[in-house]
């Protein structure tokens, strides 16, 4: 059944790799500069996301790739980068479930990100692994409080060989895997039936 | 041996409890309010850890018992609600653990606190469940890269048999614990040698 998905942070390397499982269903398209998108939606602000809502009319399904973060030695991380990642990684994908919730079609989906980072940690990525930590824990707790039959789940990938140009050299012994797996692991968090759910995708 | 080792929150019910596994050492304590501890210091605020931190002395360990979360369904908690419990919760611990590794002893631990809500949710604790497995990962991966020695674990226990008037109505089904069980943990981590590990306590 086609359906209409909105995604967010879609010009992205890892909207892209979600928009590679989504090729059946009409995407509608949003990202913080707007470049190339159908909306331009800054998920750090409520704000903008209750105008995107009200105006992008009935969906089906919501698929968040954006979560910003500072990356740092912990010692070496300030406040405000931590706030600056909890504001986008954490409380900007909160923000997409709890605005988004009042206006998604029955039986809707939600698909967030998190990161590999939260179980394979590495130097400079205590800010990115907590806060992925912290979103797989919210989508299994808040599964179970969703009305209408609307399901949560996230996608908690490895580095993707379309990003390994720039973020292998800090991954040394990961194996980075092709966007298009990952791509899998959105289809079967929008098309299935599961909720509450981590789906890892690692090599 | 014994150590001197900070507690944060002494006055309240899991601070008691984590006292029950430290009686063997010179305990300093600490809280919001100052009352009945040794000294005031509200561990939100970079600027009173600090000069805490300056003023306290040489210490081995911390154990921070404090944690404000706030409660609602998911659909009712505003934005407010979410940054007070991380600014607490999340980010209060996180600031003990990276002011504090400046100031504690070669060889030193921290140990912080989580929550069962994260693994066993119920109505109306999202904040706290996602704030507790935030702190779980941060813990496990944190520990990788402190510096001198320096150890860090989370106790995350159950429902305590001293908050279960306040609590158990809210969480049918479950079994408290003695705070003495629980301060077994704290001892565990405070006396101990492991590190990034997350000290279950449930029935």
Redesign the interface.
């Given at each position: 059944m086609q359906k209409t998905v909105i995604v967010f942070g879609a010009q992205g390397k890892m909207g892209q790799a979600a928009l590679k499982g989504l090729s059946r269903h009409h995407v509608v398209s949003a990202s913080r500069s707007g470049n190339a998108c159908d909306y331009k939606v800054d998920i750090t602000s409520?704000k903008d996301l209750k105008a995107f809502f009200e105006r992008v009319g009935r969906f089906d399904a919501v698929v968040n790739t954006v979560g910003y973060c500072e990356y740092a030695?912990?010692?070496d991380?300030t406040?405000t980068q931590?706030?600056t990642t909890?504001d986008s990684k954490?409380?900007g994908q909160?923000?997409v479930?709890?605005i988004g919730?009042?206006y998604i079609a029955d039986g809707g989906s939600f698909t967030l990100i998190s990161g590999i980072?939260?179980s394979k940690?590495i130097?400079g990525?205590?800010a990115d692994?907590?806060?992925?930590?912290?979103i797989?824990?919210?989508v299994?707790?808040?599964a179970?409080?969703?009305?209408r039959g609307i399901r949560i789940n996230a996608v908690n990938p490895t580095v993707l060989e379309e990003s390994w140009n720039v973020y292998g050299e800090l991954m040394p012994g990961f194996q980075p895997v092709p966007g298009s797996l990952v791509g899998k692991a959105f289809e079967r968090s929008v098309d299935g039936f599961i909720t509450g759910q981590i789906l890892r995708v690692d090599a």
């Open positions: 409520e030695n912990f010692l991380m406040d931590w706030r909890i954490l409380l909160i923000n479930v709890r919730a009042k980072l939260s940690p130097p990525g205590i692994a907590t806060t992925s930590g912290a797989d824990t919210f299994c707790c808040v179970n409080e969703l009305p």
